[in-house]
């Protein structure tokens, strides 16, 4: 049985750790308000992006023809983006994202015979594929809360880069998508060629048809909006990886929280037990004595 001491500094042990998970708490929540502040405020943009171009694409405009639009007959070599972290101690966050995307590179490799590139933004997707021996084409830590458009727009210039240089065939990115403000899914999207999501848009009971005109042509329209629409993207895809990461972690460090709280009650319960069994025993020891000396 544990002495008095030993349960002490138990407890002063587990009280030590809900401080730094409280605190973590804390601080995930704060971050996790900021994300999702900036998160909210670029959604309507990248929405509104990816809804003119799903238009102009319907509109029956037959002279668009724009490189990162266009199919590849054999697409034969991918590049697979991976959203993850720098840090842990958020659940199954880099996870799932992780596994996702093995998942997807055996079955292109494994079943279709495609050459797969892993380029990897956050340090424990890097090091996690590091320890496998699993090869990566690129490497960069995730910006986090210090993530700006300029960045995002940069990494959007090179995947555009590649893509039109014909190095690479197709382009996906493997990230944790905020489905809802407390629900969180690693989902796969393709980045390139573009094929934008399609929404479904309230009409009237007759059929009502947009006809544009456009000024300039519709070529200079597509070579100017499908670039800034990768960016977009690629931003939004960083804001809502982060976001879900804090989200995580906050869960993870409540959990924590609330484990070693119950934990310090229970050891609590446990040392004043020992406490007054070792009282009870003393006064048997005193009064034991007393009655020998009778």
């Known amino acids: 049985m544990a002495t008095q001491r030993e349960i002490r500094k138990r407890i002063k042990s587990v009280a030590s750790t809900r401080k730094i998970t409280k605190t973590m708490e804390m601080v995930s929540t704060s971050k996790m308000k900021k994300m999702q502040n900036r998160m909210l405020m670029t959604r309507p943009y990248s929405e509104?992006?990816?809804?003119?171009?799903?238009?102009?694409?319907?509109?029956?405009?037959?002279?668009?023809?724009?490189?990162?639009?266009?199919?590849?007959?054999?697409?034969?070599?991918?590049?697979?983006?991976?959203?993850?972290?720098?840090?842990?101690?958020?659940?199954?966050?880099?996870?799932?994202?992780?596994?996702?995307t093995l998942a997807m590179k055996n079955r292109l490799t494994i079943e279709e015979g495609k050459e797969v590139l892993l380029s990897v933004i956050g340090k424990k997707g890097i090091n996690y594929l590091r320890f496998?021996?699993?090869?990566?084409?690129?490497?960069?830590?995730?910006?986090?809360?210090?993530?700006?458009?300029?960045?995002?727009?940069?990494?959007?210039?090179e995947l555009i880069s590649l893509f039109l240089n014909g190095e690479?065939?197709?382009?996906?990115?493997?990230?944790?998508?905020a489905v809802s403000s407390s629900a969180q899914k690693p989902m796969i999207t393709r980045l390139l060629p573009i094929t934008p999501e399609r929404r479904e848009v309230e009409q009237s009971t007759s059929d009502f048809h947009v006809q544009y005109i456009?000024?300039?042509?519709?070529?200079?329209?597509?070579?100017?909006?499908?670039?800034?629409?990768?960016?977009?993207?690629?931003?939004?895809?960083?804001?809502?990886?982060?976001?879900?990461?804090?989200?995580?972690?906050?869960?993870?460090?409540?959990?924590?929280?609330?484990?070693?709280?119950?934990?310090?009650?229970?050891?609590?319960?446990?040392?004043?037990?020992?406490?007054?069994?070792?009282?009870?025993?003393?006064?048997?020891?005193?009064?034991?004595g007393a009655a020998a000396l009778e």
């Open 214 to 288: 456009f000024e300039p042509s519709p070529y200079k329209i597509f070579s100017s909006l499908l670039p800034l629409y990768i960016k977009v993207k690629i931003y939004t895809s960083l804001l809502e990886s982060g976001y879900s990461e804090q989200f995580a972690r906050r869960v993870a460090m409540k959990n924590a929280t609330d484990a070693a709280t119950e934990m310090a009650r229970e050891l609590t319960v446990h040392y004043n037990r020992v406490r007054q069994a070792k009282i009870t025993n003393e006064i048997a020891e005193i009064v034991g």
């Open 168 to 177: 690479v065939d197709e382009v996906y990115i493997s990230s944790t998508r």
């Open 132 to 157: 496998i021996n699993e090869p990566v084409y690129k490497t960069a830590l995730n910006l986090e809360d210090k993530l700006t458009f300029d960045d995002a727009a940069a990494l959007g210039n």
């Open 48 to 100: 509104k992006i990816d809804h003119i171009i799903a238009n102009l694409r319907d509109s029956g405009v037959e002279d668009v023809v724009d490189p990162l639009l266009q199919e590849r007959a054999e697409a034969s070599r991918i590049l697979v983006l991976m959203i993850t972290g720098n840090r842990g101690l958020c659940g199954g966050f880099n996870t799932n994202v992780i596994d996702n």
